[in-house]
């Protein structure tokens, strides 16, 4: 048995703005469910939801601050949680990492420094719970500074730091660095220095003892310039200890079978009842309710990232055929405005809903025929799985975990049961049009349809897998 310290700046239920919180909410208790020791940190932010007591743990004393450190449980399940308390940086409202208007946080070097200082002070129990883990799991930039502040003690544990996207790298001035009194011997070119900006992300590639990705694509990818935002090099002198683990899915959440957010439940053997989705979904966007005609979902952040302005440049011919388009998102507010104009041009296709809203993702996995993911890059990306599940075809571009999870429907596929979606290449308006009238054309064939509904849903994306190569490679570390 592993200890394993997990730490993360959120974790679904807690506090989600988007795939980072499905893992890591996810991948620890599925670690757990393996019989693993596994303990969660995190900082406890004004808006972190628990249904469970939380009872002080201890308080630890790191740069002059008094830090309490307060215990819990993940809802519904056993594993433990540690918050970390520090109301100063951690009690503001809404989202972890920007304002209202979509700004960072002013202090959020600070804020994540000192996150991951107690971080670890607790993977070295300096705390002194009797508790030191074999492995410290680091994910994204927000924790990179862990493996690099572990790196110079002795007696250490482990470290693994898994990236969940690269766009994301906590790059921060030199000035900024200087305040955080971080060991002198972490700056420089071959450390946390990149160009003269702090970069936390780099504490995590230069530093932990093995760096994972979300697809075994999207760590080819990060290892050129197009994908690795100038630490392609690092990432490639690296690449003996860097490799992919696909993400599963929580199917205690995402399941038709069983899913309270959706109209009506349904199973690969009951594709019918589908349909009862879609109505609702239709009513809820306020679009006409006809079965017959084929309903495009699309949930997400609305940033470049996800092909949004691929989108954009599609709808207007897409509004001229036969299909209607629902739209689930929030971000780039130039989107949003451009996104609200086309609903509103065209009232009986295209409906959107600005905002997070996580029972209305449901719905839309639940009610759509297919689902539009016409990513420039993705780590992995969770609705391509969620959807196959579902049975709603998703249309995905052909990168990072889009390309590990997605099987093309064409005559072979189809033939041989393993075609799942709709496959292009090329991240232009002109190849995800294409890719949208090829579905058009495989949902005027209904049997071949459901028979690709049918291979979809019966794919094992359970976390089971995924935690299974984590444990594996926790042991040959
Ligand atoms: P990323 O982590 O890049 O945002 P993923 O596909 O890996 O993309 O995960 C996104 C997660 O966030 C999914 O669970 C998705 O359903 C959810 N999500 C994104 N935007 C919204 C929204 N506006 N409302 C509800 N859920 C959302």
């Given at each position: 048995m592993k200890r394993i310290l997990f730490v993360t700046s959120e974790a679904h239920p807690l506090i989600k703005t988007g795939g980072l919180a499905d893992v890591c909410g996810s991948l620890p208790?599925?670690?757990?469910?393996?019989?693993?020791?596994?303990?969660?940190?995190?900082?406890?932010?004004?808006?972190?939801?628990?249904?469970?007591?939380?009872?002080?743990?201890?308080?630890?004393r790191v740069d002059n601050r008094n830090v309490n450190i307060l215990e819990s449980r993940m809802p519904e399940s056993h594993l433990t949680v540690w918050l970390v308390d520090y109301p100063t940086y951690f009690n503001y409202p809404g989202n972890p990492y920007v304002d209202e208007l979509g700004e960072p946080w002013p202090n959020n070097a600070e804020r994540f420094s000192l996150f991951c200082k107690i971080a670890v002070e607790v993977?070295?129990?300096?705390?002194?719970?009797?508790?030191?883990?074999?492995?410290?799991?680091?994910?994204?930039?927000?924790?990179?500074?862990?493996?690099?502040?572990?790196?110079?003690?002795?007696?250490?544990?482990?470290?693994?730091?898994?990236?969940?996207?690269?766009?994301?790298?906590?790059?921060?001035?030199?000035?900024?660095?200087?305040?955080?009194?971080?060991?002198?011997?972490?700056?420089?070119?071959?450390?946390?220095?990149?160009?003269?900006?702090?970069?936390?992300?780099?504490?995590?590639?230069?530093?932990?003892?093995?760096?994972?990705?979300?697809s075994p694509t999207y760590?080819?990818?990060?290892?050129?310039?197009?994908?690795?935002?100038?630490?392609?090099?690092?990432?490639?002198?690296?690449?003996?200890?860097?490799?992919?683990?696909?993400?599963?899915?929580?199917?205690?959440?995402?399941?038709?079978?069983?899913?309270?957010?959706?109209a009506q439940s349904y199973s690969a053997t009951t594709l019918a009842k589908k349909q009862a989705n879609k109505a609702e979904l239709q009513r809820r966007f306020s679009l006409p309710i006809i079965d017959s005609v084929p309903l495009f979902g699309?949930?997400?952040?609305?940033?470049?990232?996800?092909?949004?302005?691929?989108?954009?440049?599609?709808?207007?011919?897409?509004?001229?055929?036969?299909?209607q388009f629902v739209l689930l998102g929030s971000g780039d507010k130039d989107f949003e405005k451009q996104l609200q104009e086309l609903a509103a041009l065209y009232p009986d296709k295209i409906a959107i809903t600005l905002g997070y809203d996580e029972s209305l993702a449901h719905l839309i996995e639940a009610g759509a025929d297919s689902f539009l993911m016409p990513s420039r890059f993705e780590p992995c990306?969770?609705?391509?799985?969620?959807?196959?599940?579902?049975?709603?075809?998703?249309?995905?571009?052909?990168?990072?975990?889009?390309?590990?999870?997605?099987?093309?429907?064409?005559?072979?596929?189809?033939?041989?049961?393993?075609?799942?979606?709709?496959?292009?290449?090329?991240?232009?308006?002109?190849?995800?049009?294409?890719?949208?009238?090829?579905?058009?054309?495989?949902?005027?064939?209904?049997?071949?349809?459901?028979?690709?509904?049918?291979?979809?849903?019966?794919k094992d994306f359970s976390w089971e897998q995924s935690a299974k190569q984590y444990l594996g490679l926790y042991e040959n570390l």
């Open positions: 208790k599925a670690l757990a469910e393996l019989s693993q020791d596994v303990r969660l940190i995190i900082p406890n932010y004004q808006a972190l939801k628990t249904s469970e007591s939380v009872r002080f743990l201890c308080s630890v993977a070295m129990d300096r705390v002194h719970q009797d508790w030191k883990p074999d492995v410290v799991h680091c994910n994204d930039w927000q924790t990179g500074l862990v493996p690099a502040l572990l790196s110079i003690e002795h007696n250490r544990p482990s470290t693994v730091f898994t990236i969940h996207n690269m766009a994301y790298q906590g790059l921060f001035p030199a000035e900024t660095a200087a305040t955080l009194n971080l060991p002198g011997q972490l700056w420089h070119p071959a450390g946390l220095e990149f160009h003269d900006m702090l970069s936390f992300i780099k504490g995590g590639l230069v530093y932990a003892d093995f760096i994972t990705t979300v760590a080819l990818e990060i290892q050129t310039p197009e994908f690795g935002y100038g630490l392609e090099g690092l990432l490639d002198h690296r690449k003996e200890f860097l490799g992919g683990i696909i993400n599963g899915i929580d199917l205690d959440q995402w399941d038709p079978k069983a899913d309270a957010y959706i699309l949930i997400g952040r609305l940033v470049e990232q996800k092909g949004i302005d691929l989108i954009l440049e599609c709808l207007p011919e897409m509004a001229a055929m036969e299909l990306g969770l609705n391509q799985m969620y959807s196959q599940r579902y049975g709603t075809l998703p249309i995905v571009r052909k990168t990072g975990g889009l390309a590990d999870t997605v099987v093309d429907s064409l005559p072979e596929t189809i033939a041989d049961n393993t075609a799942s979606g709709i496959v292009f290449s090329e991240a232009s308006s002109g190849a995800l049009l294409e890719a949208v009238k090829r579905t058009l054309m495989l949902y005027s064939f209904p049997k071949t349809w459901k028979k690709i509904q049918v291979n979809a849903m019966n």
